[in-house]
């Protein structure tokens, strides 16, 4: 298959991901008293028997550090006009700690799992794989909580103009 089409339109994948629109979550974990989290924007369900769910970490953040070491991880879906959007995307937990401005409890391991988001599963960590400046990680849920009253969680548009706390 010739790449013409892509020659034609060197910008056409940005354009292609830019049209996209999927949730955001918060990954949170802990390791030796150390609880990191931050905002994901890739993730996602992939496989259905056995349930695995994986999500990408960037190398450059400081939940990618402690995330390499955890057992468990926790995936929140993340809820509009809270600010935890805002919290666990654009502060670094290498110089805030983002879970003394945040409701949570412990969770299995204990990875700290939010409060007042409208689902969240924790899953435990059976591989990680390195995908350029992304970590992937293989998670089996191992518990979940979902609250059908909150219909909405917040997406990809909704939190575009975040600065991050890390560059990619």
Same mark, same amino acid.
């Given at each position: 298959?010739?790449?013409?089409?892509?020659?034609e339109n060197p910008g056409g994948f940005q354009s292609f991901v830019e049209a996209l629109d999927?949730?955001?979550?918060?990954?949170?974990?802990?390791?030796?008293?150390?609880?990191?989290?931050?905002?994901? *924007?890739?993730?996602?369900?992939? =496989?259905?028997? %056995? $349930?695995? @769910? #994986?999500?990408?970490?960037?190398?450059?953040?400081?939940?990618?550090?402690?995330?390499?070491?955890?057992?468990?991880?926790?995936?929140?879906?993340?809820?509009?006009?809270?600010?935890?959007?805002?919290?666990?995307?654009?502060?670094?937990?290498?110089?805030?700690?983002?879970?003394?401005?945040?409701?949570?409890?412990?969770?299995? *391991?204990?990875?700290?799992?939010? =409060?007042?988001? %409208? $689902?969240? @599963? #924790?899953?435990?960590?059976?591989?990680?794989?390195?995908?350029?400046?992304?970590?992937?990680?293989?998670?089996?849920?191992?518990?979940?909580?979902?609250?059908?009253?909150?219909?909405?969680?917040?997406?990809?548009?909704?939190?575009?103009?975040?600065?991050?706390?890390?560059?990619?």
């Open positions: 298959m010739s790449n013409a089409a892509e020659s999927y949730p955001v979550h918060i990954v949170t974990t802990a390791v030796d008293g150390e609880r990191a989290g931050c905002l994901v *924007g890739f993730a996602g369900q992939c =496989s259905i028997d %056995p $349930a695995r @769910f #994986v999500v990408w970490i960037s190398k450059a953040n400081h939940t990618h550090r402690i995330a390499s070491r955890a057992r468990f991880v926790a995936v929140h879906l993340v809820p509009p006009g809270q600010g935890l959007a805002e919290l666990f995307g654009s502060a670094t937990g290498d110089e805030v700690d983002k879970f003394a401005a945040a409701a949570w409890v412990p969770g299995p *391991g204990g990875v700290p799992v939010l =409060s007042g988001v %409208p $689902a969240w @599963f #924790v899953g435990q960590v059976l591989d990680r794989a390195d995908w350029g400046d992304h970590t992937g990680f293989l998670l089996d849920p191992i518990t979940a909580r979902n609250d059908p009253a909150h219909a909405r969680a917040l997406t990809y548009r909704d939190v575009r103009g975040l600065e991050p706390g890390h560059p990619a």
